[in-house]
T-cell receptor
Framework: DGGITQSPKYLFRKEGQNVTLSCEQN?????MYWYRQDPGQGLRLIYY???????QKGDIAEGYSVSREKKESFPLTVTSAQKNPTAFYLC?????????????FGQGTRLTVV | DQQVKQNSPSLSVQEGRISILNCDYT??????FLWYKKYPAEGPTFLIS?????DKNEDGRFTVFLNKSAKHLSLHIVPSQPGDSAVYFC?????????????FGTGTRLQVFP
């Protein structure tokens, strides 16, 4: 059945290491998004992609990188340049046309950097 | 600059009563609004939406009201049930750069008690 999958659910990394969070969808959605959730700050957009091989920075892109080589996949790399990487990361996808724009979210990945 | 604001971080309501969650926005270019519900350690799920050409949209126990002149929308849940206890996010879309970029509020935690 269709859906959007993030893995792993929990991830621990040492400070200074890069880490890549996986996001896969089989909904045939054009647009994909990465959000970060911190207590009291809601969901903040990191990167988004409208089509394959194209992506744009969101509001808090510094210290992150993405790729969109396939329609189904939008991995997020948290680099060592991200000053406060410990957070709950959410991936989402949506159909890229107006009138049916609600996004579908994955279950999230909680990243803890020690 | 918080373009979508949910000024009440939490709300407590008795089962069977009405829950009213509020959301304010600052950007008059927003033309589509959505509400998402989120349980702990899970991704948000879409609840209900409203286009700026309407002032009300109803789906079962959930109704969203939009007041464009006040740049205000609200979600009404009637009657409230314990399973409604979650964090509710308001989100808005503007056709920036021809993409459906969702901008989220900070969320309101609803607790429905017996």
């Amino acid at each position: 059945d269709g859906g959007i999958t993030q893995s792993p659910k929990y991830l621990f990394r040492k400070e200074g290491q890069n880490v890549t969070l996986s996001c896969e969808q089989n909904l045939n959605h054009d647009a994909m998004y990465w959000y970060r959730q911190d207590p009291g700050q809601g969901l903040r957009l990191i990167y988004y992609s409208q089509i394959v091989n194209d992506f744009q920075k969101g509001d808090i892109a510094e210290g992150y990188s993405v790729s969109r080589e396939k329609k189904e996949s939008f991995p997020l790399t948290v680099t060592s340049a991200q000053k406060n990487p410990t957070a709950f990361y959410l991936c989402a996808s949506s159909i890229q046309y107006r009138g049916n724009t609600e996004a579908f979210f994955g279950q999230g990945t909680r990243l803890t950097v020690v | 600059d918080q373009q979508v604001k949910q000024n009440s971080p939490s709300l407590s309501v008795q089962e069977g009563r009405i829950s009213i969650l509020n959301c304010d926005y600052t950007n008059s270019m927003f033309d589509y609004f959505l509400w998402y519900k989120k349980y702990p350690a899970e991704g948000p799920t879409f609840l209900i939406s409203i286009s700026s050409i309407k002032d009300k949209n109803e789906d079962g126990r959930f109704t969203v009201f939009l007041n464009k002149s006040a740049k205000h929308l609200s979600l009404h849940i009637v009657p409230s049930q314990p399973g409604d206890s979650a964090v509710y996010f308001c989100a808005a879309i503007a056709d920036f750069y021809n993409t459906d970029k969702l901008i989220f509020g900070t969320g309101t935690r609803l607790q429905v008690f017996p």
